[in-house]
């Protein structure tokens, strides 16, 4: 049985987020996970919940290092209020240049970094609910002032849970020692590699500070599915296409080093820099796309999951149908991945 997440595209502008997330809600998903690049994260979510009286709003990730932790504890904490205990705060790192160039603010060693906006978050969430004085200090923030005046008092529902976004070791660990979820990027999502590799790092990263929890999981792998075969074999070139770019970027290689395919991932890096794309895609193989990609129709789809996800994850994140005519299938597969 696993609970299943649905996305929003990145470029959904905010008035088509209400229907996005009504008509998310109707096909019976648990949660929508709302993107931060083109749109505020914040205001995404606002509306998500807004327009949904069932559905948990999360973030694929807001980005931390553009904000200071308080404002984004305070903005977490006024949409927890908003939606009687339905959100999640979901937090990522964002990269290097993205930080400095397209926010202007600074930049330092993502994992320890994100550990500690972590902890100041949860110390005026920790100020919020009980009273507690704010006084924490790390490396790299200081939160030591919160006058009455600006605190917004307790939550009935308490604070909201914290999801982060993690791909390397460092950071998963960071997950495991400070976070309550995690959600894997889809070259990090094979289920060998979650159960092998992710999941250990996350009960290392827990037991390092002494902490007995499990994180809850959200697989987030590519899916192929459609009402035929032919729709399948659409979404499976489709997601050849985006394996094609993204594997040639380093970051994401670690499932292919476990599978032993880091060649791969070298040959696509260097024909990007030659320019020879028609030649990239014949190096994502069917082999590979069988590693990355689940596939099969509405009608075997959920089984083809279960069996592959249930005993590592929580979660899944499982594709809104592109065309309307598929929801009623897309509303059984979902229906059965959560054991109904």
């Given at each position: 049985?696993?609970?299943?997440?649905?996305?929003?595209?990145?470029?959904?502008?905010?008035?088509?987020?209400?229907?996005?997330?009504?008509?998310?809600?109707?096909?019976?998903?648990?949660?929508?996970?709302?993107?931060?690049?083109?749109?505020?994260?914040?205001?995404?979510?606002?509306?998500?919940?807004?327009?949904?009286?069932?559905?948990?709003?999360?973030?694929?990730?807001?980005?931390?290092?553009?904000?200071?932790?308080?404002?984004?504890?305070?903005?977490?904490w006024d949409l927890q209020q908003y939606s009687?205990?339905?959100?999640?705060?979901?937090?990522?790192?964002?990269?290097?240049?993205?930080?400095?160039?397209?926010?202007?603010?600074?930049?330092?060693?993502?994992?320890?970094?994100?550990?500690?906006?972590?902890?100041?978050?949860?110390?005026?969430?920790?100020?919020?609910?009980?009273?507690?004085?704010?006084?924490?200090?790390?490396?790299?923030?200081?939160?030591?002032?919160?006058?009455?005046?600006?605190?917004?008092?307790?939550?009935?529902?308490?604070?909201?849970?914290?999801?982060?976004?993690?791909?390397?070791?460092?950071?998963?660990?960071?997950?495991?020692?400070?976070?309550?979820?995690?959600?894997?990027?889809?070259?990090?999502?094979?289920?060998?590699?979650?159960?092998?590799?992710?999941?250990?790092?996350?009960?290392?990263?827990?037991?390092?500070?002494?902490?007995?929890?499990?994180?809850?999981?959200?697989?987030?792998?590519?899916?192929?599915?459609?009402?035929?075969?032919?729709?399948?074999?659409?979404?499976?070139?489709?997601?050849?296409?985006?394996?094609?770019?993204?594997?040639?970027?380093?970051?994401?290689?670690?499932?292919?080093?476990?599978?032993?395919?880091?060649?791969?991932?070298?040959?696509?890096?260097?024909?990007?820099?030659?320019?020879?794309?028609?030649?990239?895609?014949?190096?994502?193989?069917?082999?590979?796309?069988?590693?990355?990609?689940?596939?099969?129709?509405?009608?075997?789809?959920?089984?083809?999951?279960?069996?592959?996800?249930?005993?590592?994850?929580?979660?899944?994140?499982?594709?809104?149908?592109?065309?309307?005519?598929?929801?009623?299938?897309?509303?059984?597969?979902?229906?059965?991945?959560?054991?109904?």
């Amino acid at each position: 049985m696993l609970k299943v997440t649905a996305t929003m595209g990145a470029n959904v502008p905010l008035r088509d987020v209400v229907t996005h997330a009504q008509r998310v809600e109707g096909l019976g998903y648990d949660t929508l996970s709302v993107a931060e690049a083109v749109h505020d994260g914040m205001l995404s979510a606002m509306a998500a919940l807004g327009a949904t009286t069932r559905l948990r709003v999360s973030q694929g990730v807001l980005v931390a290092f553009a904000r200071s932790p308080m404002l984004a504890a305070q903005g977490a904490w006024d949409l927890q209020q908003y939606s009687d205990g339905r959100f999640q705060l979901g937090l990522g790192t964002q990269v290097k240049g993205n930080i400095i160039g397209r926010f202007g603010m600074p930049w330092s060693a993502p994992a320890q970094r994100l550990t500690d906006y972590v902890g100041a978050v949860r110390a005026a969430f920790d100020t919020f609910q009980n009273g507690t004085p704010l006084d924490f200090e790390s490396e790299n923030y200081t939160l030591n002032r919160l006058q009455p005046f600006f605190n917004p008092g307790p939550l009935e529902c308490g604070p909201p849970s914290i999801l982060m976004g993690a791909v390397g070791p460092l950071m998963t660990k960071a997950v495991g020692k400070v976070g309550d979820a995690i959600q894997t990027h889809p070259t990090n999502s094979e289920p060998r590699f979650l159960r092998e590799v992710t999941r250990p790092r996350l009960e290392e990263g827990s037991k390092s500070v002494g902490r007995d929890v499990r994180i809850e999981l959200t697989a987030g792998p590519m899916i192929a599915t459609g009402a035929d075969a032919k729709e399948v074999e659409a979404e499976k070139q489709a997601a050849r296409e985006s394996l094609v770019f993204t594997l040639s970027t380093p970051a994401y290689w670690p499932t292919l080093e476990y599978h032993g395919m880091k060649h791969v991932g070298e040959q696509l890096r260097q024909f990007t820099r030659e320019g020879k794309w028609a030649e990239m895609n014949d190096l994502v193989t069917d082999e590979l796309l069988d590693i990355f990609v689940p596939q099969g129709t509405y009608d075997e789809i959920a089984d083809v999951l279960l069996e592959q996800y249930d005993d590592v994850a929580e979660r899944i994140l499982f594709p809104v149908p592109s065309d309307p005519k598929n929801d009623a299938a897309a509303r059984e597969a979902i229906a059965k991945l959560q054991g109904g």
